[in-house]
């Protein structure tokens, strides 16, 4: 019986689908066979073609060379080592071999040829250690050790290609990227909204591209960069993105992967992949859930833990000991700026913060845009519809919903995704999968019934409250039913008036079961939890009560971020009991609302709930219906513009 305002009860859910394995071209084994046929090949060839090189001439017998020297019809011997080459008279030539530890003169000798038909032939003596015979010696052992080094060459790149980018380094364990990876490679274009985040890393990608211009100007260079925001913002992303655009080399790795394994390895991993980065410089190292290692030390937060601070230490170590020139930039993600060690953010480390809001209408529309590129979208599929109906949802969130609707299409085999698909999925990405398979039974059917129409009647009735677009007693995720109500449009700021009537609201549903069947269930816990922590804000940091004034009071478990601000907010005995009384005042004028509304309208109650029970969901049109039936006007967007922050 969740009363599902987006902002604080967006359950969290799983990032974006995987990216499928690559996988469609010849597999390794294929590959190693056509490689070694086509060696075989090239070493037949090559052979014949020595062999037709080296003797262009006619090889005939020794024997034979001596009977022509005899009769005289050579005129000149060329011996270069064993080999002899006999120049006829004609010109023609043919080679032949002696013993390699004879003398030409004596083979000739022992062939009966005499002394002086010896010397009527030209003899020329070459020294063996020319040129050519390095060439013609080794060239047989070099052609395969090139062939192989090319072989190896060829299937690297292959598997790189291929998205095999997780090479294990050493015991780094960082995955790679590479900038040769077109399929992996992602650019600023790939990033929808997110303007000043990205205006913010053009300055890193500059230097990644050129870091001369900086070096020689004398320019300090940025070490490391804090990306901040919630999760599913596209903080991993952006920093592949700046990767992409640089062209550099993109290695990763997560804050829990350095500590998670065996006691004593944390350390040496983190020296590691710096190293590993260092090497492939300029390059960029990225970090995921650096508040993993990176928390507060000594405050007992995360239980102490030894290993987890030698892991920090090391890092700051590495961070520390860059060279100035060293051209590998770190890039850090955390949606816990609050709980990093201070030491992590001074300067010359994590100097560079970027902060990534969650995208507001346009942006979602963008975002929605880039994952529709490769989705065929109906011709009734308006993208601004589905952005102004999806605030609070993150950059994954998006992707989420495009995906889904791309899921329910192919389930009822349609070519194209409708309008109603996305639809569909906006509240699937929102609340979990519907669960048919839970059935209330009647009496808690009409429990949840009261309890969801309690809500949503306050919230139509009460000024500053956001305006029901729809009612469910259906089960999803972890509510029984749920009251879905939305902003006009996204806001940053909300006024003390509109908290107070959110309070009434959510107290709506208890309000409404107690007054209906006289008891309580469990299905108001959530609420209660809810409406009390919004109503201690109220009171210890917006300094929205006036007894209290405008003093934030921090409590002693949050600390402002980065350490810096207010630190040791510890209050005394008496102020804690002071706010206490105030959220407890706050919360009773609310009840007391809620109440008068449940009771002056409890004829639009029992329809509400009638109706719920009979058809289960209740869309806005039909709900205003009820509304206006019963004397109560539906709020319009004007009315909530024009009216004026209290
Ligand atoms: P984070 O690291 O902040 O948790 P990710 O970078 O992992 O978030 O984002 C998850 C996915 O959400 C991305 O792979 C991308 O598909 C989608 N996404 C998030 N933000 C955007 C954005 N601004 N533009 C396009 N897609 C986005
Ligand atoms: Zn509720």
Same mark, same amino acid.
Do not use: C
């Given at each position: 019986?969740?009363?599902?305002?987006?902002?604080?009860?967006?359950?969290?859910?799983?990032?974006?689908?995987?990216?499928?394995?690559?996988?469609?071209?010849?597999?390794?084994?294929?590959?190693?066979?056509?490689? !070694?046929?086509?060696?075989?090949?090239?070493?037949?060839?090559?052979?014949?073609?020595?062999?037709?090189?080296?003797?262009?001439?006619?090889?005939?017998?020794?024997?034979?060379?001596?009977?022509?020297?005899?009769?005289?019809?050579?005129?000149? +011997?060329?011996?270069?080592?064993?080999?002899?080459?006999?120049?006829?008279?004609?010109?023609?030539?043919?080679?032949?071999?002696?013993?390699?530890?004879?003398?030409?003169?004596?083979?000739?000798?022992?062939?009966?040829?005499?002394?002086?038909?010896?010397? %009527?032939?030209?003899? &020329? =003596?070459?020294?063996?250690?020319?040129?050519?015979?390095? !060439?013609?010696? #080794?060239?047989?052992?070099?052609?395969?050790?090139?062939?192989?080094?090319?072989?190896?060459?060829?299937?690297?790149?292959?598997?790189?290609? %291929?998205?095999?980018?997780?090479?294990?380094?050493?015991?780094?364990?960082?995955?790679?990227?590479?900038?040769?990876?077109?399929?992996?490679?992602?650019?600023?274009?790939?990033? %929808?909204?997110?303007?000043?985040?990205?205006?913010?890393?053009?300055?890193?990608?500059?230097? +990644?591209?050129?870091?001369?211009?900086?070096?020689?100007?004398?320019?300090?260079?940025?070490?490391?960069?804090?990306?901040?925001?919630?999760?599913?913002?596209?903080?991993?992303?952006?920093?592949?993105?700046?990767?992409? &655009?640089?062209?550099?080399?993109?290695?990763?790795?997560?804050?829990?992967?350095?500590?998670?394994?065996?006691?004593?390895?944390?350390?040496?991993?983190?020296?590691?992949?710096?190293?590993?980065?260092?090497?492939?410089?300029?390059?960029?190292?990225?970090?995921?859930?650096?508040?993993?290692?990176?928390?507060?030390?000594?405050?007992?937060?995360?239980?102490?833990?030894?290993?987890?601070?030698?892991?920090?230490?090391?890092?700051?170590?590495?961070?520390?000991? !860059?060279?100035?020139?060293?051209?590998?930039?770190?890039?850090?993600?955390?949606?816990?700026?609050?709980?990093?060690?201070?030491?992590?953010?001074?300067?010359?480390?994590?100097?560079?913060?970027?902060?990534?809001? #969650?995208?507001?209408?346009?942006?979602?529309?963008?975002?929605?845009?880039?994952?529709?590129?490769?989705?065929? #979208?109906?011709?009734?599929?308006?993208?601004?519809?589905?952005?102004?109906?999806?605030?609070?949802?993150?950059?994954?969130?998006?992707?989420?919903?495009?995906?889904?609707?791309?899921?329910?299409?192919?389930?009822?085999?349609?070519?194209?995704?409708?309008?109603?698909?996305?639809?569909?999925?906006?509240?699937?990405?929102?609340?979990?999968?519907?669960?048919?398979?839970?059935?209330?039974?009647?009496?808690?059917?009409?429990?949840?019934?009261?309890?969801?129409?309690?809500?949503?009647?306050?919230?139509?009735?009460?000024?500053?409250?956001?305006?029901?677009?729809?009612?469910?007693?259906?089960?999803?995720?972890?509510?029984?039913?749920?009251?879905?109500?939305?902003?006009? &449009?996204?806001?940053?700021?909300?006024?003390?008036?509109?908290?107070?009537?959110? =309070?009434?609201?959510?107290?709506?549903?208890?309000?409404?079961?107690?007054?209906?069947?006289?008891?309580?269930?469990?299905?108001?816990?959530?609420?209660?939890?809810?409406?009390?922590?919004?109503?201690?804000?109220?009171?210890?940091?917006?300094?929205?009560?006036?007894?209290?004034?405008?003093?934030?009071? %921090?409590?002693?478990?949050?600390?402002?971020?980065?350490?810096?601000?207010?630190?040791?907010?510890?209050?005394?005995?008496?102020?804690?009991?002071?706010?206490?009384?105030?959220?407890?005042?706050?919360?009773?004028?609310?009840?007391?609302?809620?109440?008068?509304?449940?009771?002056?309208?409890?004829?639009?109650?029992?329809? =509400?709930?009638?109706?719920?029970?009979?058809?289960?969901?209740?869309?806005?049109?039909?709900?205003?219906?009820?509304? =206006?039936?019963?004397?109560?006007?539906?709020?319009?967007?004007?009315?909530?513009?024009?009216?004026?922050?209290?």
């Amino acid at each position: 019986m969740a009363d599902l305002n987006q902002e604080s009860q967006k359950p969290r859910r799983a990032r974006g689908p995987a990216r499928p394995p690559q996988s469609g071209g010849p597999s390794i084994w294929m590959q190693l066979a056509m490689a !070694f046929a086509v060696f075989l090949v090239l070493s037949a060839g090559y052979s014949l073609v020595r062999q037709y090189v080296v003797s262009e001439a006619e090889t005939v017998p020794l024997s034979q060379i001596a009977s022509d020297v005899a009769a005289g019809k050579i005129e000149s +011997l060329l011996v270069e080592g064993d080999a002899i080459t006999a120049t006829y008279a004609d010109e023609t030539k043919k080679k032949s071999r002696k013993e390699t530890e004879a003398s030409l003169t004596e083979t000739l000798a022992n062939y009966q040829v005499s002394q002086e038909q010896i010397g %009527a032939v030209k003899i &020329e =003596i070459k020294d063996e250690g020319g040129a050519r015979f390095w !060439f013609l010696t #080794l060239a047989p052992l070099m052609v395969p050790v090139l062939l192989l080094f090319g072989i190896i060459w060829y299937l690297s790149r292959q598997m790189r290609g %291929a998205g095999m980018q997780a090479f294990t380094f050493g015991r780094s364990m960082a995955r790679l990227t590479s900038p040769e990876d077109q399929v992996q490679r992602v650019t600023f274009a790939d990033v %929808a909204g997110a303007k000043e985040a990205k205006e913010e890393l053009t300055e890193i990608v500059d230097f +990644l591209k050129n870091p001369k211009k900086f070096i020689q100007i004398g320019a300090r260079i940025p070490k490391g960069v804090l990306l901040m925001g919630a999760a599913g913002t596209g903080k991993t992303l952006l920093a592949r993105a700046v990767a992409g &655009e640089s062209n550099v080399p993109f290695f990763s790795i997560s804050g829990s992967e350095f500590v998670e394994m065996f006691v004593g390895v944390g350390a040496s991993r983190v020296r590691d992949t710096f190293q590993v980065a260092k090497k492939a410089s300029p390059s960029i190292l990225f970090i995921d859930e650096i508040d993993a290692i990176g928390r507060v030390r000594g405050t007992g937060v995360g239980g102490g833990n030894d290993e987890r601070e030698q892991t920090l230490n090391q890092i700051l170590v590495e961070l520390d000991g !860059f060279e100035p020139n060293e051209k590998v930039i770190v890039m850090a993600a955390t949606n816990r700026p609050d709980v990093l060690d201070p030491a992590l953010v001074r300067p010359g480390r994590f100097d560079r913060r970027v902060v990534i809001d #969650l995208p507001d209408r346009k942006d979602r529309e963008d975002i929605l845009k880039v994952h529709a590129r490769q989705k065929p #979208l109906g011709p009734d599929v308006r993208l601004t519809v589905i952005a102004e109906r999806t605030p609070g949802f993150s950059g994954a969130d998006l992707a989420n919903l495009m995906n889904e609707g791309a899921i329910l299409a192919a389930r009822e085999n349609r070519k194209e995704i409708t309008q109603y698909d996305l639809i569909r999925s906006i509240e699937k990405v929102m609340l979990g999968p519907e669960r048919r398979s839970h059935v209330l039974n009647k009496k808690e059917k009409e429990i949840t019934a009261y309890h969801e129409a309690g809500h949503a009647l306050v919230a139509s009735v009460l000024p500053y409250a956001d305006p029901v677009h729809k009612i469910s007693i259906i089960s999803r995720g972890r509510a029984a039913g749920y009251t879905l109500k939305l902003p006009f &449009e996204d806001r940053k700021m909300q006024s003390r008036k509109e908290f107070l009537d959110d =309070i009434a609201v959510s107290l709506g549903g208890y309000v409404a079961e107690r007054m209906i069947f006289g008891d309580i269930t469990t299905g108001a816990a959530n609420d209660l939890q809810v409406l009390s922590a919004l109503a201690r804000n109220m009171v210890a940091r917006y300094g929205m009560s006036e007894k209290m004034g405008p003093i934030a009071f %921090a409590a002693s478990a949050q600390r402002a971020i980065f350490g810096e601000g207010v630190e040791g907010g510890e209050q005394s005995e008496e102020v804690a009991s002071q706010i206490d009384a105030e959220v407890k005042r706050i919360i009773e004028g609310a009840h007391k609302k809620a109440e008068g509304v449940l009771k002056k309208h409890r004829k639009a109650l029992d329809a =509400i709930a009638g109706q719920l029970v009979e058809v289960e969901t209740i869309e806005r049109d039909d709900f205003e219906k009820i509304l =206006i039936a019963h004397g109560i006007t539906p709020k319009k967007k004007e009315d909530i513009e024009h009216q004026p922050l209290a």
